[in-house]
């Protein structure tokens, strides 16, 4: 069982930057495609950014040039660095794992989230 944990939520101005950083246990990382999701009050969960096995990147439209997702699998590690947030970027963030290795909506592992507040 793969287990994730998220770090590196906060409360920022609108402009500033976070970081958020997924830790994953197991010994098949590499092998996983990661991905971002978040969830705003009252809305559904939407997709983010997600990176594949082979190092493949994809963006939500909403984030392109501003968000930017990599991995360091000798860490077992995929981080989100966001910059230029919006209010419009408030949500829980959450990591997520597929075994399959590319990016798609179907993910087998989830964290728990952290929150990432936008103020304006």
């Known amino acids: 069982q793969v287990q994730l944990v998220e770090s590196g939520g906060g409360l920022v101005q609108a402009g500033g930057s976070l970081r958020l950083s997924c830790a994953a246990s197991?010994?098949?990382?590499?092998?996983?495609?990661m991905g971002w999701f978040r969830q705003a009050p009252g809305k559904e969960r939407e997709f983010v950014a997600c990176?594949?096995?082979?190092?493949?990147?994809y963006y939500a439209d909403s984030v392109k040039g501003r968000f930017t997702i990599s991995r360091d699998n000798a860490k077992n590690t995929v981080y989100l660095q966001m910059n230029s947030l919006k209010p419009e970027d408030t949500a829980i963030y959450y990591c997520?794992?597929?075994?399959?290795?590319?990016?798609?909506?179907?993910?087998?592992?989830w964290g728990q989230g952290t929150q990432v507040t936008v103020s304006s």
């Open positions: 997520a794992g597929g075994r399959t290795g590319g990016c798609s909506m179907t993910y087998d592992y």
């Open positions: 197991g010994r098949t990382f590499s092998s996983y495609a």
């Open positions: 990176v594949s096995w082979s190092g493949g990147i």
